[in-house]
C-alpha cells in the first residue's frame, strides 16, 4: 500500500469513527487500523526524510 492510501485509509477511519452508527467493538476496531495505517505513513514519511537528507549531503 502506498503512502497516499495509508493516509487516506487512516482518513476514511476518522470519518467512520465521526458516525454515531458503530458498536463499541466496531469503534476500536477501525480506530485500530486507522492507527496502524498512521503508524506505517509516518514511518514511509521518515524513510523519506532520511533519503532526502543524504540526497542533500
Known sequence: ???EEKLKKANEALDKLNSDEL????SIKI??????????AREE???AK????????
Open 1 to 3: 500500500m502506498s503512502f
Open 23 to 26: 458498536t463499541l467493538n466496531e
Open 31 to 40: 480506530y485500530k487500523t486507522g492507527l496502524e495505517n498512521i503508524k506505517k
Open 45 to 47: 514519511l521518515e524513510k
Open 50 to 57: 532520511l533519503e532526502v537528507e543524504n540526497i542533500d549531503e
